[in-house]
């Protein structure tokens, strides 16, 4: 008996130190992350501009890859199923923790095949109406929409169960209107019907927004979040609305699966940490609309459990269905 116990002794100790040697040698090749959104739309641009440089503190290539679909939850399931080697790493959003609710047979569990690593920041959600509707403020939406027909109001969002959903139905429920969705692909194809006037309105994450609210192409009526933000000083908070309930945060972080080495884990934590604290790194995101929300990965994991469990009673209220 005291044979075998020091022989899985020696086992143990043996694949300790080489997971560490394996943390100590993380990154040695090109490291793969996952967007789980089509290009260009939010959840796309701002973590590509934080690998670009983070690439460079690792001092290892970062290749993105697009995986769109369901909500985010093909790619996210991909990342979640993967090799725990380091070199599969998710870029996620607050869709994330809306999906446990639309999609009752996830083919992954958040908490249990996901590491929270990295927070890069928060932002929020603005909504965008076509400059040929009559809408000059959040109340003169309100007004109208509660005369017309029920149905015959439509807003647009990134696809079923993503923040820009979320972010409108709370603002539907909030003021007492039915409304139709028409989910995309992504927060591109939503834009362009906003554009183009086929859609009445568009919860638009900040950063896709501003170049198309400064250049007067759409009109910005209400943020989503609980104060103003300094972009958009006129634009109005919901609660400034006479809204209840209705407020969001679009969050963006990063994640590893769940049996990644905890060094290599906080290997990317502090290389991340670093980078977001740089002044030229806070500025590039704040002209995204995105600021700090620094946490330490367990910290994350507390914070996104909390935001499963919000979620779950808004898709309720709101009868979301896949």
């Known amino acids: 008996m005291v044979r075998r116990a020091a022989y899985w002794a020696l086992i143990a100790g043996g694949l300790l130190l080489a997971g560490t040697a394996r943390a100590d040698n993380w990154p040695s090749h090109v490291i793969k992350v996952t967007i789980p959104f089509g290009a260009g ?8 501009v934080v690998f670009d440089r983070l690439a460079a503190e690792l001092g290892q290539a970062i290749v993105v890859e ?17 090799d725990p080697d380091g070199y599969n790493i998710l870029a996620q959003s607050s869709a994330l923790t809306i999906s446990p609710a639309i999609y009752p047979k996830l083919p992954f569990d958040i908490s249990k095949d996901l590491s929270s690593v990295l927070m890069i920041g928060v ?3 603005v909504m965008i109406v076509p400059v040929s509707r009559p809408w000059k403020t959040v109340q003169d939406f309100i007004v109208d929409a509660r005369s017309r027909t029920p149905g015959s109001i439509s807003f647009g969002s990134a696809g079923v169960g993503s923040a820009t959903h979320i972010s409108a139905e709370k603002f539907r429920l909030a003021v007492g209107i039915e409304t139709t969705h028409v989910p995309y692909r992504g927060g591109a194809e939503a834009v362009a019907d906003i554009l183009g006037g086929r859609i009445d309105f568009y919860f638009c994450p900040l950063a896709t927004a501003l170049p198309l609210i400064r250049e007067g192409r759409v009109r910005a009526l209400v943020i989503s979040t609980g104060k103003r933000v300094t972009d958009l000083p006129d634009v109005p908070t919901p609660a400034e609305a006479g809204l209840k309930n209705a ?3 679009f969050w963006l972080g990063v994640f590893m699966p769940a049996k990644t ?6 290997k990317f934590y502090h290389a991340g940490i670093k980078l977001l604290a740089e002044p030229s790194m806070q500025q590039s995101l704040s002209k995204l609309g995105i600021e700090p929300f620094p946490m330490r990965p367990e910290e994350m994991d507390t914070f996104v459990a909390r935001e499963i469990a919000e979620n779950a009673e808004i898709v309720r209220a709101a009868g979301i269905k896949p």
Request: proline content about 8%.
């Open 41 to 48: 739309s939010a959840a796309d641009v701002v973590p590509r």
């Open 261 to 266: 080495p905890r060094d290599v884990v906080e």
């Open 247 to 249: 407020e969001s945060v």
């Open 123 to 125: 932002s929020a959600n």
């Open 66 to 82: 697009n995986r769109p679909g369901a909500g985010g939850t093909i790619g996210s399931a991909a990342i979640a199923k993967a």
